[in-house]
Structures are given as structure tokens and as C-alpha cells.
Nanobody, 126 residues
Framework: QVQLVESGGGLVQAGGSLRLSCAASGRTFSSLTMGWFRQAPGKERESVAAISWNGDNTYYADSVKGRFTIPRDNAKNTVYLQMNSLKPEDTAVYYC???????????????????WGQGTQVTVSS
């Protein structure tokens, strides 16, 4: 069983930055593929970014490409979501997700992940 704990959410003005953290426990972190998702009120949960177990391969949704990055630190059992140039439309609950690695790929669908964090609210004011 993998436990995921997110932190770092909050209220920020448009154009600002936030860094979310997701600390994992219960399994060797380097055996996990990680992802970040978000869900705005009344909308489906959507993939924001994903990263392979070794960090070599990453995915970003078109809506965040060039503004967000998803670094991971396997020594600290933590994956991050660095969010820059935030927009009001980035407002959502952000979730960290994990699953066993499959090669050096990443995954984008919610159904492909086995473990989820509790979520952290990000609110961007205009």
C-alpha cells in the first residue's frame, strides 16, 4: 500500500507561483510512476503532468505546458509540481497519484493509477 500526502496549496494572485509537494511512503519510490491531476468544481478530474520512475520522461497537458514542471527527488520520496504564471483557470483541487512503473513510461488516465492523495486546494485570484 502506498500513502501519498500533498502539501503546498493555497491562494495566489494571477501570475504568481506555487510549488506542490507529494510525499510517498509504503513502497520504494523509484518503483513508482507519478502523476498530478486536478479537479475544478463541476468538472472531471484531468491529468496535469506525469513523470516516469527515473524522471527521464514527462508529460504535460497543453493547458500547463511551459508554465508547470514535475520534478521528482527519489532520495526524498517526493514529487513536486512547480506552477508558474498561474491563471484563474488553474483553480482546482490538485491530486497526486502513483502506480507501479512500467518501463520508463508515464500514464495520463485516472484509471491507470492505483494510489491517490487527499488533494490540496489551489486558488488563483484575478
Amino acid at each position: 500500500q502506498v500513502q501519498l500526502v500533498e502539501s503546498g496549496g493555497g491562494l495566489v494572485q494571477a501570475g504568481g507561483s506555487l510549488r506542490l509537494s507529494c510525499a510517498a511512503s509504503g513502497r520504494t519510490f523509484s518503483s513508482l510512476t507519478m502523476g498530478w491531476f486536478r479537479q475544478a468544481p463541476g468538472k472531471e478530474r484531468e491529468s496535469v503532468a506525469a513523470i516516469s520512475w527515473n524522471g527521464d520522461n514527462t508529460y504535460y497537458a497543453d493547458s500547463v505546458k511551459g508554465r508547470f514542471t514535475i520534478p521528482r527527488d527519489n532520495a526524498k520520496n517526493t514529487v513536486y509540481l512547480q506552477m508558474n504564471s498561474l491563471k484563474p483557470e488553474d483553480t482546482a483541487v490538485y491530486y497526486c497519484a502513483a502506480r507501479g512503473a512500467y518501463g520508463t513510461g508515464y500514464f495520463r488516465r485516472t484509471s491507470e493509477y492505483d494510489y491517490w492523495g487527499q488533494g490540496t486546494q489551489v486558488t488563483v485570484s484575478s
